[in-house]
């Protein structure tokens, strides 16, 4: 597709439980970012990558939170031992690098993660 | 982190004009003014972004202060299509800096 896909759309998981959601940016976008995003807030930072490399990841809340990019393509965001607070909407985005021009990002329709 | 300061809440009527404010006083040189706006149950989708320059796009215009300390993202004239979360962001030209407030959600009323 032309746009940028996440999965699965809606994920419910159990307390405790593990989680793997995958992002397929647009192709040949060099950014990608991971967004939590809590019912009725803005989205919240997680990481950021530039190809395979992870430059920001300062937005991760524990270390239950994990994100890789390993062929600078397709990007998973895991969660580990799953806890209620960590439902929410996950959003992937990407965007192209054009060194000193500011481009737009374009951003999945989310995961839906609820920790049951 | 340079930050952006949106109204919680806006109202328009339909087919009225939108100018919905933000403020970025600790802008610094490199940073583009992008706006966002999401949709309920979507992603956030572009919307427009500027420099200095005030912009004109399909969508909306996005007008910037002559310091650079505010901008207004104008909607000519709303449709019901238009309701959504809108979000002024500071980015950075290496792009590696996108991160969100809490925007203005925008009704429209017909």
């Known amino acids: 597709g032309a746009g940028v896909s996440q999965s699965p759309r809606y994920k419910v998981a159990k307390r405790g439980q593990d989680v793997a959601l995958r992002c397929d940016p647009i192709?040949?976008?060099?950014?990608l970012f991971w967004y939590q995003q809590a019912l009725g807030q803005g989205p919240e930072f997680l990481t950021y990558?530039?190809?395979?490399?992870?430059?920001?990841k300062s937005g991760l809340p524990s270390d239950r939170f994990f994100a890789e990019r390993p062929e600078g393509s397709v990007s998973t965001l895991k969660i580990q031992r799953t806890q209620q607070e960590d439902s929410a909407v996950y959003l992937c985005a990407s965007s192209p690098t054009l060194g000193r021009v500011s481009t737009e990002a374009f951003f999945g329709q989310g995961t839906r993660l609820t920790v049951v | 982190d340079a930050k952006t300061t949106q109204p919680n809440s806006m109202e328009s009527n339909e087919e009225e004009p939108v100018h919905l404010p933000c403020n970025h006083s600790t802008i610094s040189g490199t940073d583009y003014i992008h706006w966002y706006r999401q949709l309920p149950s979507q992603g956030p989708e572009y919307v427009i972004h500027g420099l200095t320059s005030n912009v004109n796009n399909r969508m909306a215009s996005l007008a910037i202060a002559e310091d650079r300390k505010s901008s207004t993202l104008i909607l000519h004239r709303a449709t019901l299509r238009d309701a959504a979360v809108y979000y002024c962001i500071l980015r950075s030209y290496n792009n590696n800096d996108m991160r969100f407030g809490a925007g203005t959600r925008l009704t429209v009323k017909p």
């Open positions: 192709s040949g976008h060099v950014s």
């Open positions: 990558f530039q190809n395979e490399a992870q430059l920001d």
